[in-house]
């Protein structure tokens, strides 16, 4: 079997294997320590690793570019640990594998390119996939950039398969799928210069890092301090098994290099092509069309299956929210019975037990309020005055007898302020006073007193003594 099967071989079947396996010891472990062992399916224990991986998006560096001070590193994400030792083994052996193959010719023309170490820095071997870049003016007069009259190898399956996961764990953004590739084969002593990435290919793009550690550095101005040897403002630490997001400033203002490398290591860069830059015939992969982040995947998971339950779950929340409404409606009339009804002349605690009166609706309240705007007491036509024994059967009513026309009617329910009752109170009071000084002429009240000053008498809605309200002779 060639290495180019093996990279095919049901995609990091192999590597995810090797995770769970050292998943279940991990298990076991906690079996035997007396907790729990927890059965997780494929699906689940990438949701778990993938919950694990924490980016980091807080450089800083900042610089004067053009008289302004930036941050040029705004825009650059480190995402640590998004592959497993067991995955990066796996994606190891296939870049040896294709470099195998390169050597023996097995390549298309300009995929795969190993030039002479006849310095330090230089050697480092390359492998495009997807499109052929040109660093420099090519012999045939082709400018520096995408070659668009020659066709490169397409994506191993194996990095299709990473780029997925770049996808899926939102690492890339879904409207940025790359589709070309270039690998870079380190040995120690090689490097990258300082450069910025052509605009032949969009942004963001990421570069994941294989074997060893290493420093790549960024600033507005970098400096050869040596053959493989550079200085600038900021170095980040590209761990193994790391992907480094280059967007914002850190890609089109920051300049970007790699030192001479201490120890062996394999980097791949993943970009997508300008559709104006494509090469002449390129297709899109079908296998790289339609990632679904998996944030997103969860939401519609879980979305369809509250959906699958049917009107249950519907009818059961109305249920919930028809017996929360009885329970608060029950909890006002029982508040309003124990408040009472508020008095016309004063809120006075009730001395005798009353019968129990309930609330009226909304819209009895609504008409209520209509009518405290009109007169309480009609005068009818002119000439006609109104009869007083009506006005003292309307006070001395007892609470369970009055209706909401009577003119003397007040709901209390609980809820109204202090402060509405005794306005609503008073204003009654000036209105009964009002209709009696305006007929006192031509009424006749009783006294129980010898006092010839006129007086009425009247009962509060509590049944306490009465209290009289003098009227101005």
Request: charged share 30%.
């Amino acid at each position: 079997m060639s290495w180019a099967d093996m990279a095919q071989e049901d995609e990091l079947a192999a590597a995810a294997e090797e995770d769970a396996a050292a998943m279940a010891a991990d298990d076991r472990e906690e079996e035997e320590a007396g907790r729990p062992r927890a059965h997780l399916t494929r699906e689940q224990r990438e949701q778990r690793r993938f919950r694990n991986v924490v980016p980091r998006k807080d450089f800083m560096c900042y610089e004067r570019v053009k008289g302004r001070l930036v941050n040029i590193l705004a825009g650059l994400e480190l995402h640590a640990g998004v592959f497993s030792a067991a995955e990066q083994r796996r994606i190891v052996d296939c870049v040896y594998g294709l470099q195998e193959q390169g050597k023996r010719g097995e390549l298309g023309d300009r995929t795969y390119t190993e030039p002479e170490k006849w310095m330090r820095g230089k050697g480092r071997v390359t492998i495009q996939f997807g499109c052929c870049y040109n660093y420099a003016t090519d012999k045939n007069g082709n400018p520096p950039g995408i070659i668009r009259t020659f066709a490169s190898d397409p994506i191993p399956d194996l990095f299709k398969v990473m780029i997925k996961r770049l996808v899926r764990w939102c690492i890339l953004p879904p409207d940025c799928v790359p589709d070309s590739c270039i690998v870079n084969i380190y040995d120690p002593g090689d490097c990258i210069p300082p450069h910025i990435d052509s605009h032949d290919f969009v942004r963001p793009f990421c570069t994941v890092s294989f074997l060893s550690e290493c420093n790549i550095l960024f600033g507005s101005t970098l400096k050869i301090a040596g053959p493989g040897e550079f200085t600038g403002s900021f170095a980040i630490p590209l761990p193994a098994g790391s992907v480094l997001v280059i967007n914002g400033n850190g890609a089109d203002v920051a300049k970007h290099c790699v030192p001479a490398v201490p120890a062996k290591r394999i980097s791949i860069t993943f970009r997508k092509m300008d559709p104006a830059k494509r090469p002449f015939g390129f297709k899109d992969d079908p296998e790289l069309l339609n990632i679904t982040p998996m944030e997103a995947a969860s939401e519609e998971t879980s979305r369809s299956s509250d959906e699958g339950k049917g009107k249950q779950l519907d009818v059961q929340n109305k249920n919930l929210g028809s017996k929360t409404s009885r329970s608060k409606r029950s909890k006002a009339r029982a508040s309003a019975g124990k408040a009472g009804l508020g008095g016309i002349l004063g809120d006075q605690p009730s001395q005798h037990p009353q019968a129990p009166i309930s609330s009226p609706n909304s819209e009895r309240e609504k008409e209520s309020v209509g009518r405290s705007r009109e007169p309480r007491y009609p005068r009818g036509e002119p000439g006609v005055l109104p009869h007083m024994g009506d006005v003292r059967e309307r006070l001395n009513m007892l609470p369970q007898e009055r209706k909401p026309g009577s003119g003397v009617y007040f709901v209390n329910n609980g809820a109204q302020s202090q402060e509405r009752r005794q306005r609503m109170e008073h204003r009654q009071l000036l209105m009964i006073n009002r209709t009696i000084n305006d007929d006192m002429d031509s009424l006749s009240v009783g006294s129980y007193e010898s006092s010839d000053q006129p007086r009425v008498s009247v009962r509060t809605v509590s049944n306490k003594p009465r209290t009289r309200v003098y009227l101005d002779g």
